[in-house]
């Protein structure tokens, strides 16, 4: 797990180097489309399977949520700093857990309420509405965390009729017809250079993927979820070292409340299917 948050950091801080000079759209579209390479082998791993025509249903409407979601990430990497994005970035499993109590049916409790407003608060202790200026890229970021949580609530109820292997596969391939149309109505000219960073961002992204599969496998979520906090700490320590950028006490801050909420709502859930496991067991 702490391999997978370095990379996914060094993901970010390779959008971060390639700047706006290729749109967002684009930039997206040419991170999943290389992506390919690293998940087309997948497809003889899952050749056997035969999901219904509602689950290639969820595919697609996951698909388009999770494209929207990564063109305003990319978009918002170009406009905030590098820890604002990763802090804003935790806001997702809060969004995840307030959906799948409208949409799943699922009870909120009071603890996991109180720790969805503490997540809140945190947010606001980051943008402090009037008193800085905030941009689209704040905006952006957040309407990004909504699209990820409404994906991964998608992912949940796929993976119940598809191995993670085949959600994992559907997901890269629908992203990248989904951005297509996007990136093509914005296309510029793209470098040599900036198709390899584009293949190392690509590289990373898979490899980060695998690694904390491999890490959710191995352990308990009570031991990975809480690491996952260590990608804010190099967050701020890459934007301060690579990009100059000042290290924001009050993002911190307000990330770190995002950050122990999420911790708090992961162990509640697990330690709530452990409660019922045992019952089913009595």
């Known amino acids: 797990m702490v391999v997978a948050g370095l990379l996914f950091v060094?993901?970010?801080?390779?959008?971060?180097?390639?700047?706006?000079?290729?749109?967002?759209?684009?930039?997206?579209?040419?991170?999943?489309?290389?992506?390919?390479i690293f998940v087309l082998p997948m497809l003889f791993v899952v050749r056997n399977e035969r999901p219904s025509l509602r689950v290639w249903g969820f595919?697609?409407?996951?698909?388009?949520?999770?494209?929207?979601?990564?063109?305003?990430?990319?978009?918002?990497?170009t406009r905030i700093p590098l820890a604002e994005v990763s802090a804003m970035g935790y806001m997702s499993p809060v969004f995840i857990s307030?959906?799948?109590?409208?949409?799943?049916?699922?009870?909120?409790?009071?603890?996991r309420l109180a720790a969805v407003a503490v997540a809140i608060i945190g947010a606001m202790v980051i943008l402090r509405p009037g008193l800085r200026e905030l941009?689209?890229?704040?905006?952006?970021m957040?309407?990004?965390?909504?699209?990820?949580?409404?994906?991964?609530?998608?992912?949940?109820?796929?993976?119940r009729d598809a191995s993670p292997t085949m959600v994992v596969t559907m997901l890269s391939i629908t992203v990248t017809i989904g951005l297509a149309p996007f990136a093509f109505a914005v296309w510029v000219p793209v470098s040599g250079a900036e198709l390899l960073w584009l293949l190392m961002i690509a590289g990373f992204a898979t490899a980060g993927h695998y690694c904390m599969t491999?890490?959710?496998?191995?352990?308990?979520?009570?031991?990975?979820?809480?690491v996952t906090a260590l990608q804010l700490v190099w967050a701020v320590s890459l934007g301060a070292l690579l990009f100059a950028e000042p290290v924001d006490l009050w993002v911190v801050a307000g990330g770190a409340l995002i950050v122990l909420a999420?911790?708090?709502?992961?162990?509640?859930?697990?330690?709530?299917?452990?409660?019922?496991?045992r019952e089913v067991m009595i």
Not at 135 to 140: K, M, R
């Open 10 to 36: 060094g993901l970010t801080a390779g959008v971060k180097h390639m700047g706006s000079g290729i749109p967002a759209a684009q930039s997206a579209f040419l991170r999943y489309f290389l992506g390919l």
């Open 59 to 77: 595919f697609g409407l996951r698909g388009l949520m999770h494209t929207f979601g990564v063109i305003l990430w990319f978009y918002a990497m």
């Open 98 to 111: 307030i959906g799948a109590a409208v949409f799943l049916g699922e009870r909120l409790r009071m603890r």
């Open 135 to 140: 941009n689209d890229g704040h905006i952006a």
């Open 142 to 159: 957040l309407f990004t965390s909504i699209f990820f949580a409404l994906s991964y609530m998608m992912a949940k109820r796929t993976s």
């Open 214 to 226: 491999f890490a959710f496998a191995a352990a308990p979520i009570t031991v990975t979820q809480p």
């Open 262 to 277: 999420v911790v708090f709502i992961a162990l509640r859930e697990h330690q709530v299917k452990l409660a019922e496991a």
